[in-house]
């Protein structure tokens, strides 16, 4: 069974950073694609950003220049370095395997303003 674990939300003031963290256990990740998306109260989950098993990236146009998506195949991980972050950014941030239909339990990020 392919599991997906977030880490590294937190609560950050407007223009800071903070770095998340997918792991994904128990399937072949070299092959995945992985996403983020995220969702805030009473919005529906929006799309973030996607890396594809040969690094390729895509990006939502709200985090475009700010937010940055890599792999590290070695660690079964995927990170989201989040710059420049606005109190828009506050939400819920999930990470997703679109080939095993499997997404993680999603970790809180607060921006103050």
């Known amino acids: 069974q392919v599991q997906l674990v977030e880490s590294g939300g937190g609560l950050v003031q407007a223009g800071g950073s903070l770095r998340l963290s997918c792991v994904v256990v128990?399937?072949?990740?070299?092959?995945?694609?992985i996403d983020w998306y995220r969702q805030a109260p009473g919005k529906q989950r929006e799309f973030v950003a996607t890396?594809?098993?040969?690094?390729?990236?895509r990006y939502a146009d709200s985090v475009k220049g700010r937010f940055t998506i890599s792999r590290d195949n070695a660690k079964n991980t995927v990170y989201l370095q989040m710059n420049s972050l606005k109190p828009e950014d506050t939400a819920v941030y999930y990470c997703d395997a679109p080939l095993v239909s499997a997404w993680g339990q999603g970790t809180q990020v607060t921006v103050s303003s």
């Open positions: 128990g399937s072949d990740f070299s092959i995945m694609s």
């Open positions: 890396v594809r098993r040969g690094g390729t990236t």
